[in-house]
């Protein structure tokens, strides 16, 4: 449904002599939470998860060593950039997902805004 902002924002466009912005239909949030994750790298987390809970300690366990993550995710992303490796990506989720519930830095805090420096588009 077009509403009055969008026939203005138009015809401004139009006045303008810029292009018109093709209207796209928004999905509902239904259809979003099922098209926006895959269960398949949901499944591989889990199963390295549980892995490293036997190794390492149960998530947000007490007395629980800490570890130095930041730099673990720096170098599997090096590393899945030069081999093309996929359980880095799930060493990297895994990884901030630990530092999330039981990171130590000194800063920590969520700003909870849109961040300005989207992904680049691929040429």
């Avoid at 449904?1 to 466009?13: G, I, N, Q, S």
């Avoid at 591989?44 to 490293?52: E, K």
């Avoid at 999330?100 to 588009?121: A, I, M, N, W, Y």
Wanted: charged letters at 30%; aromatic letters at 8%; proline letters at 5%.
């Amino acid at each position: 449904m077009r509403t009055e902002r969008d026939f203005l924002d138009e015809l401004w466009r139009d006045l303008a002599s810029l292009p018109s912005i093709p209207s796209r239909r928004v999905p509902s949030l239904k259809s979003l939470r099922r098209s926006e994750w895959s269960v398949d790298f949901e499944q591989h987390m889990r199963n390295a998860l549980i892995v490293g809970a036997l190794r390492y300690g149960l998530l947000g366990e007490k007395g629980k060593p800490q570890y130095e993550r930041m730099p673990a995710i720096v170098k599997r992303a090096l590393e899945y950039q030069r081999t093309g490796d996929v359980s880095l990506l799930v060493d990297i989720a895994n990884f901030a997902l630990l530092e999330f519930v039981e990171g130590d830095h000194p800063l920590r805090h969520e700003s909870g805004t849109d961040r300005t420096d989207h992904v680049q588009l691929k040429r």
